[in-house]
């Protein structure tokens, strides 16, 4: 498979937003952190997935992404 193979499976969403912060799809980046954070949490590794969670949040806000700025923030207040 090729990286962009991997990368879109959905398997490694920190690479995928890594990629996609590369060629500057942010809202692709944002999307992949927040599935990032969401496997990091259910992992049990809060550490790990607070960095990819403020990144998201930081692309949903400045794309006025309210849905997803409402999710990411309840995702933080579940594993709270």
């Known amino acids: 498979q090729t990286a962009w ?3 879109r499976s959905g398997r490694e969403p920190a690479r995928a937003a ?3 912060a590369r060629i500057g799809s942010r ?3 944002a999307m992949a952190r927040l599935s990032a954070a969401r496997a990091a949490l259910d992992a049990g590794h809060r550490k790990e997935a607070e960095p990819e969670l403020a990144s998201a ?3 949903f806000h400045q794309m006025r992404a309210k ?3 409402r999710e990411a923030e309840a995702l933080l207040a579940i594993h709270a």
């Open 5 to 7: 193979v991997r990368i």
């Open 18 to 20: 890594e990629t996609y």
């Open 27 to 29: 809202p692709d980046e």
């Open 57 to 59: 949040l930081d692309g």
């Open 67 to 69: 849905r997803y700025i």
